[in-house]
């Protein structure tokens, strides 16, 4: 599949969600930053939209930043969504993940992300009904939950011959014009690169209680052709 069906494709999902989103009275507002940290993470077809959003603005800063960052202890993960919901399905335990402890995402400015436009959804995801500065966590309610799960789902089935990690991770292997094309060719050694494989989506976790309340969104996701 051509990199810019795969973008277009990203692009209407991340407007499905915004919508979505844009239906719940949340706490989040311009310049609440607390949960933005080095642990978040996404899927290459993700990093390269940011990759081509960094590389349009000739500034070479942001190299440096991930570079410094990546040297830090950060998450890891071990395993992607869908990994997780056929381990699941199966009755297999998932392994554990390691949590170092988060630090403040590098690209942030005072309080300000210069990303914001091509936020990867592992940021745009991260929403709360109260202030997570003042509570020290946030509060989602679990159909938002079961829709955060349920659009992850679906960029990982979009970028199924990629590869997922660690933000930082991520972006450090597309920086590299090499890398970048491999990707496109959909030949990119998710190993070999500190990654992990994505894999389509076999098994929904929508939980019961959900589905018709998310019959809306799942139709919306269905419309958009890749």
Not at 8 to 30: G, S
Not at 148 to 173: F, P, R, W, Y
Request: hydrophobic fraction near 35%; glycine fraction near 4%.
């Amino acid at each position: 599949m051509a990199i810019s069906v795969k973008l277009a494709a990203l692009d209407k999902i991340y407007d499905i969600y915004d919508e979505f989103a844009a239906t719940l009275e949340l706490a989040c507002k311009k310049g609440c930053a607390y949960c933005c940290t080095n642990s978040v993470t996404l899927t290459t077809l993700e990093g390269y939209k940011i990759i081509k959003q960094l590389k349009s603005e000739k500034n070479t800063d942001w190299m440096e930043r991930i570079q410094r960052a990546s040297e830090q202890a950060h998450f890891q993960p071990k395993m992607t969504t869908n990994q997780f919901a056929r381990m699941c399905a199966a009755g297999i335990d998932p392994p554990e993940e390691e949590q170092p402890a988060s630090v403040t995402c590098p690209f942030l400015s005072d309080n300000q992300c210069p990303l914001y436009s091509v936020r990867p959804f592992g940021c745009r995801c991260l929403i709360s009904r109260h202030d997570c500065g003042q509570h020290g966590y946030a509060d989602i309610d679990d159909f938002a939950l079961s829709v955060n799960t349920l659009i992850l789902q679906t960029i990982e089935h979009l970028d199924a011959d990629g590869c997922s990690g660690n933000m930082l991770d991520v972006l450090k292997v597309i920086s590299e014009a090499e890398n970048r094309q491999a990707y496109q060719e959909g030949q990119l050694d998710c190993a070999s690169n500190g990654l992990i494989a994505n894999q389509p989506l076999k098994v929904l976790m929508v939980p019961p209680q959900h589905r018709g309340r998310m019959e809306p969104i799942l139709q919306s996701l269905r419309e958009i052709r890749f």
